[in-house]
């Protein structure tokens, strides 16, 4: 017997919060947006008016005012955002346990145990829509199926407020029509490789050769193509079931660009604070540092190198992230964003293996350890900018807590 899954996604999700909140701001075309004062002008979210005229998620302020002249723009709230986030999980929570957050804003729902007691698919589809505009004045698009990709792209397939059904029966017709780069994990690299093989559209990579296809993309090359023909048998989490963290990283874009040693070392020693902190906050420590830069031009770059000993100390990821950036960047070249990433994580002590030649090591990295872990309590009990390293005080590139992490976790 087929599963039956959700895939609901909240509509416009930021600004629709705003609306929420602001009545006003559903009467005109409006967006949410990062600071244009800090360099993070870009379009986080669009209400129905702002999107009819054109206005396009991830484009900059400057293009959206372009088409939308009279656009009004928000600040992110994000602490309502993931207020809003818990509410609408806690609505999916009463049709089943088997829900599985996709980001802020989307969640799985495994409800195949669920029909004796709230129906089918598409009836508990509609019946979260007409709850959650209700209770909360959100709305939500879900995409019924018997698999978690083709959930996805059927919550997506029409927007807003909508539910689409994707079946054994009408996969083939619905989807394969669709562009490739619609399918889940199918990314700009991977659409610009398939195309070199007339591979366009979901139809084409179905009926493509799964083995050729692995020759050339690996595995994620075999991933995809059981993704295209419906073989996708991925289980929905449990919403307590976390999967454990992966890598932990921080990323700045910097309210100037940086240029000299001097600038390069205030971003990175930030960064690796922050990320230090973290890493000490999950038990967790790091076998390797991965670092982006991108330039005013807005190309990345992105290296990273093995680590002598395990670490979780913020000295010892900057001293290697600074390694590795000098390495790679001249001075003299600006920096507009930087990105530092705490990779191949352990909860092992591997302890820390020192030269018969340098017996101070392991003492200077045991007063370290006590050092930052004292930083913590402090941080802890008054603030995380209670304690900061003298060289990023008082700067003007933008160095503050308020910069975006990310946690990216093992599948």
């Not at 980001?103 to 004796?116: A, N, P, Q, Y």
């Not at 799964?210 to 993309?217: E, H, P």
């Not at 910097?254 to 390069?264: A, K, M, P, Y």
Request: charged letters at 25%; proline letters at 4%; aromatic letters at 6%.
């Amino acid at each position: 017997m087929d599963r039956t899954i959700l895939h609901c996604d909240c509509n416009g999700f930021y600004a629709s919060v705003e609306c929420v909140h602001n009545p006003k701001l559903k009467e005109v075309p409006m967006a949410v947006c990062g600071s244009p004062d800090n360099r993070h002008g870009i379009i986080l979210a669009k209400n129905e008016l702002a999107k009819r005229q054109g206005v396009l998620t991830a484009e900059t302020i400057w293009q959206a005012k372009q088409k939308c002249p009279d656009l009004t723009l928000v600040p992110p709230h994000r602490e309502e955002y993931l207020r809003y986030s818990k509410l609408v999980n806690q609505i999916y929570l009463e049709y089943t346990d088997l829900v599985e957050p996709f980001g802020i804003d989307e969640s799985w729902l495994d409800v195949t145990g669920s029909r004796r007691l709230f129906g089918d698919g598409r009836t508990i589809a509609n019946t979260l829509r007409e709850r959650i505009r209700r209770e909360t004045g959100l709305t939500i698009s879900v995409g019924v199926s018997f698999n978690k990709i083709f959930a996805k792209l059927g919550s997506d397939y029409k927007k807003p407020d909508a539910t689409t059904v994707i079946s054994r029966e009408n996969f083939q017709q619905l989807l394969y029509p669709l562009p490739v780069d619609q399918l889940l994990y199918v990314g700009n690299a991977v659409n610009k490789t398939l195309k070199k093989f007339s591979i366009r559209t979901i139809g084409d990579l179905a009926g493509c050769n799964k083995a050729q296809l692995s020759g050339v993309l690996g595995k994620l090359g075999e991933n995809i193509w059981e993704y295209a023909n419906g073989l996708d048998s991925s289980p929905v989490r449990r919403f307590d079931d976390q999967p454990e963290v992966k890598s932990i990283g921080n990323h700045i874009t910097f309210r100037r660009n940086l240029t000299g040693t001097e600038d390069f070392k205030v971003g990175i020693l930030a960064l690796a604070d922050s990320v230090a902190m973290r890493l000490r906050k999950h038990g967790l420590k790091c076998r390797g540092v991965q670092i982006i830069i991108k330039d005013p031009q807005l190309k990345s770059i992105s290296r990273q190198t093995q680590l002598e000993n395990p670490t979780d100390l913020a000295k010892e990821l900057g001293q290697q992230a600074l390694s590795l950036l000098s390495s790679c960047w001249s001075p003299e070249k600006p920096i507009r964003m930087l990105g530092l990433t705490a990779i191949q994580l352990t909860e092992e002590d591997c302890g820390f293996q020192i030269s018969l030649f340098a017996p101070q090591q392991a003492s200077d990295h045991q007063k370290q350890q006590e050092l930052e872990q004292t930083i913590d309590k402090i941080r802890q009990k008054y603030g995380v900018n209670s304690v900061q390293q003298a060289v990023i005080l008082k700067n003007d590139i933008g160095v503050d807590r308020s910069s975006k992490s990310n946690y990216s976790r093992k599948e």
